[in-house]
């Protein structure tokens, strides 16, 4: 994959507007006053505006806070050095705890108190699912959105852009891999009771049937939910060497904090996205080790001497900035920022939504600092159709390959 990205981009400079007196045309002309441009919310003559609801203070905050972070600092960027063809970028955010009525009330302000101009990177399933219809009949773009849910990505919405794969794709190429690969015959299914956790459900079920075998076993719970033993038992018995796992950071820690107290081996313990993090690789106990996640972006640490100096340099910056290490939600942050300055740029002064979505569909060449490709196209807003596999090694995410599909 291509390993560079130019961080400084020549940015459009507002042209200076010529002052008349009441709103009339200059005197001594017979020229007629020029057209007023459209009403565009959250378009000013000098900032636009972008908003999100967003998870800073509930279960899934790691992704919500590191999200918000790393796109913050690429916004700043390029707010520091002028804006984008004379505009700032300002973001709004809005806490929902990872729930659904907390979104609803969130994307009502955003949408008709603070005008904004397209929500960016709202994260969560059962939050974006809640309130994305009412969005659109707004008009208001739902960009990258902080979810591999198939519902960002099918049916085709113009108004939708996504800037990774989804659960199900993922699941369903973790099935596949390891069956195909590392030997494994029985595969199960441990997961949330929501939205997200039956996608994965849905995941593991149909690559199983495509390969003429059966999920031997499933276990559901609930966001709140802290003792496991039970359901990791059942799986046990049943045999399982194979477990797909729907589920987030907390959750994850403590199913395999479960099988390791229950001496359960001999099994992958397979997740996604939503439950990658360096918390879990932390766990001291040891219970992150050998835990497998299909990612769209590989965590990257800022000591690998293999790592191009962009990347490094960024690393350091975050670090310096936020006093903590940039994990995976603050990469797709930055680069969620990144990619918003770039359709920005394309879609010129004259700022419209139109313009804008034509525009991010004019990205077709796009490598971020971090070396991973994004395309997307004038009937194709999905963004990213492969996966990258990474394991827990020695208390360090470890990427094994980033081009698998199902």
């Keep these: ?62 992704w919500g ?19 984008v063809h004379g505009r700032s970028v300002r973001y709004i955010v809005e806490d929902t705890q990872y729930q659904v009525p907390r979104a609803i009330s969130a994307a009502n302000k955003l949408i008709n108190r603070d005008k904004i101009f397209a929500m960016l990177m709202a994260v969560g399933t059962p939050t974006n699912n809640a309130v994305m219809q009412t969005q659109f009949r ?93 359901s990791v038992i059942r799986l046990r018995n049943a045999g399982c060497d194979l477990v797909m796992l729907g589920s987030v950071h907390r959750d994850t820690i403590l199913i395999l904090e479960a099988a390791r107290k229950l001496g359960y081996e001999d099994v992958a313990w397979v997740g996604n996205n939503a439950a990658y993090g360096q918390v879990i690789a932390d766990q001291e106990s ?41 994990g995976l939600p603050a990469m797709e942050g930055y680069r969620g920022a990144d990619l918003v300055v770039v359709a920005l740029e394309r879609a010129g002064r004259d700022l419209t939504r139109d313009g804008f979505i034509e525009a991010m569909e004019s990205i ?5 600092i971090f070396g991973y490709s994004v395309v997307f196209g004038p009937n194709d807003h999905k963004g990213v159709d492969e996966s990258a596999l990474s394991v827990v090694r020695d208390g360090r995410w470890v990427t094994l390959d980033t081009s698998i599909r199902y």
């Excluded at 390993?3 to 007196?21: E, F, K, W």
């Excluded at 590191?66 to 050095?81: S, T």
């Excluded at 077709?364 to 971020?368: K, P, R």
């Design 286 to 326: 040891g219970a992150g080790e050998g835990y497998y996640a299909f990612v769209h972006m590989g965590k990257i640490y800022e000591d690998d001497e293999t790592l191009p100096e962009e990347a490094r340099d960024w690393m350091r910056r975050y670090r310096e900035r936020y006093g903590e290490e940039a």
């Design 65 to 83: 806070v590191g999200v918000l972070n790393g796109a913050r600092m690429r916004f700043d960027e390029v707010n520091e050095a002028g804006g």
């Design 364 to 368: 077709n060449d796009y490598t971020d």
């Design 138 to 230: 707004a008009g208001v773009p739902n960009i990258f959105p902080g979810t591999g849910a198939r519902a960002m990505v099918e049916p085709f919405e113009r108004l939708m852009f996504s800037q990774h794969g989804t659960y199900y794709d993922e699941i369903r190429a973790g099935v596949k891999y390891f069956i195909e690969n590392e030997g494994k015959t029985t595969p199960c299914v441990m997961y949330l009771n929501n939205d997200y956790g039956l996608e994965i459900l849905e995941g593991a079920q149909d690559q199983a049937a495509e390969m003429g075998i059966e999920i031997a076993q499933t276990a559901a719970h609930k966001i709140t939910d802290s003792e496991f033993t039970a």
């Design 1 to 62: 994959m291509k390993r560079s990205l130019a961080m400084g981009r020549l940015l459009g400079l507002a042209l200076p507007l010529a002052v008349v007196g009441c709103g009339e045309a200059p005197t001594g002309t017979d020229e007629a006053p020029a057209a007023e441009a459209p009403v565009v919310d959250g378009v000013t003559d000098t900032e636009v505006v972008f908003g999100t609801h967003t998870d800073l203070s509930g279960a899934i905050a790691i």
